[in-house]
């Protein structure tokens, strides 16, 4: 998935996100190099920061938490998320 945010496949979309933890809000803030730069008001810790991007995601692309799965970077900043029964992938750039 180099220099592609997002790559559809049968299993959904993967989407590949910069996740910012201890921001003052919770937003999808942009496009960062080949990543979706994401902000999340929770920290880092105990898993409350996936735990919020996860709702951020089910919010903003109206589909259910449980579709919604971290496939790499549980610990780092980085990661990849699957989205699963979704068809199309609209982001709007800021």
Do not use: Y
Request: aromatic share 4%.
């Amino acid at each position: 998935m180099t220099q592609e945010l997002w790559k559809t496949s049968k299993e959904g979309i993967f989407i590949k996100v910069k996740v910012c933890p201890n921001s003052s809000k919770d937003e999808i803030a942009g496009i960062l190099g080949d990543s979706i730069k994401i902000r999340v008001s929770t920290p880092p810790e105990e898993g409350k920061a996936n735990a919020r991007l996860i709702e951020l995601m089910s919010k903003e692309f109206q589909i259910p938490k449980k579709d919604i799965e971290i496939v790499k970077g549980h610990s780092s900043p980085n990661k990849i998320l699957l989205l699963k029964n979704i068809k199309e992938l609209k982001i709007n750039k800021k």
